[in-house]
């Protein structure tokens, strides 16, 4: 889970991922911000969840996808460990998450994020490559 790097912005933190498709920048971006929130290197895949989420824009469906994300990390204190079986098809994405309870020992925190926001989302394809630039709200 280090395929990713750190924005700098002077109140919150960002990151940028890259991709060769948009389900595979999607996984990344989920990815990236367990990472950012808690150590997930221990995390094993013992229970399966689905996570699912709408948006007319991809932008949209980029900042619900991530805020489910953060809602099994901190709602449920649940650690993803491997996304499978990400889909996006119309305005919705639906991914299988496995993964399992956390454990503070186990999955240290790093930062507490409250919320992944639209503040200077960026989502773009160029040279057949997917890039997403994301900012949290820590």
């Not at 290197?41 to 469906?61: H, K």
């Not at 805020?67 to 919705?92: K, M, Q, T, Y």
């Amino acid at each position: 889970m280090n395929g990713f790097e750190i924005l700098e912005h002077t109140a919150d933190t960002g990151f940028r991922v890259r991709a060769r498709t948009l389900e595979d920048l999607f996984s990344r971006a989920a990815e990236a911000l367990t990472a950012i929130a808690l150590d997930p290197s221990q995390a094993q895949p013992r229970e399966r969840r689905e996570a699912a989420c709408s948006g007319e824009a991809l932008e949209e469906r980029l900042v619900n996808w991530l805020n489910e994300i953060l809602w099994l990390l901190d709602g449920e204190r649940w650690v993803p460990a491997r996304i499978e079986s990400l889909h996006l098809e119309g305005d919705s994405v639906r991914a299988a998450v496995l993964g399992e309870p956390r454990d503070d020992q186990r999955h240290p925190p790093r930062i507490v994020v409250k919320a992944v926001t639209f503040h200077q989302l960026v989502i773009r394809e160029q040279n057949g490559m997917w890039e997403a630039e994301v900012f949290l709200d820590i």
